[in-house]
């Protein structure tokens, strides 16, 4: 089973809709992050928490907000999604204390296209 | 900031060896990462730098010069499936990773 995964995999929804995407992790990491990626641009930070209580902005966090149910869970959500917010979409995961303490873990993506 | 600079795209031939090449802003550097990303796919873990050298893993090896702000990552014996897009991010304050636009490398028969 995947370490960490993302619902729904693709998404299709109109401007103005509100979405949510939803990651969970099996890692028992306490660092979560939501990246977008778009061709030409690589990957940039939405929004990372380190623990439950904690939220941060990342680089673009114009147009979304997150939530963190649990240690396991990090929700995006995109509050009346935009053509520009058409991208592919990446949670990730890394721990505190582990040699590599920057290491992220990626889950499989989840394509987002806004018409 | 961190900004992370690399080749857009490169080319090189199969059973070869090809350097991608990253620089970045040194200010507040805690390590660099290369990572590989097959089209569509999530981008996985290739390799770690914090101190100044080479480590070697396998067909892939990573340079880094923190004076220079410089890491290269090295592909020997290239094979199809190394077609990819290799990401170069640098580790600074609050466990952040700074990502390059990526370079996509094309392996050619």
């Known amino acids: 089973d995947a370490d960490v995964t993302q619902t729904p995999r693709n998404r299709i929804t109109k401007t103005g809709k509100r979405i949510m995407l939803e990651c969970s992790q099996t890692k028992g990491h306490d660092r979560m992050y939501w990246y977008r990626q778009d061709p030409g641009l690589g990957l940039r930070l939405i929004y990372y928490?380190?623990?439950?209580?904690?939220?941060n902005k990342g680089e673009i966090s114009d147009g979304y907000s997150v939530s963190r149910q649990a240690q396991a869970k990090f929700s995006l959500s995109l509050e009346s999604a935009i053509p520009n917010q058409t991208a592919l979409y990446f949670c990730?995961?890394?721990?505190?204390?582990?040699?590599?303490?920057?290491?992220?873990?990626f889950g499989p993506g989840t394509r987002l296209t806004v018409t | 900031g961190q900004n992370i600079d690399q080749p857009t795209e490169m080319t090189a031939t199969e059973g070869a060896i090809v350097q991608i090449n990253c620089t970045y802003q040194?200010?507040?550097?805690?390590?660099l990462f290369w990572y590989q990303q097959h089209a569509g796919e999530a981008p996985t873990f290739l390799s770690y730098n914090v101190l100044d050298g080479l480590e070697e893993k396998g067909r892939f090896s990573s340079f880094l010069s923190r004076s220079k702000g410089y890491s290269y990552l090295l592909l020997k014996e290239l094979q199809m499936k190394d077609s990819a897009s290799y990401l170069c991010a640098s580790g600074a304050g609050s466990y952040q990773l700074t990502f390059g636009k990526g370079t996509k490398l094309s392996v050619i028969p």
């Open positions: 040194t200010s507040g550097f805690n390590g």
């Open positions: 990730a995961t890394s721990a505190t204390g582990q040699s590599f303490s920057y290491e992220q873990y």
């Open positions: 928490s380190f623990d439950v209580k904690d939220i």
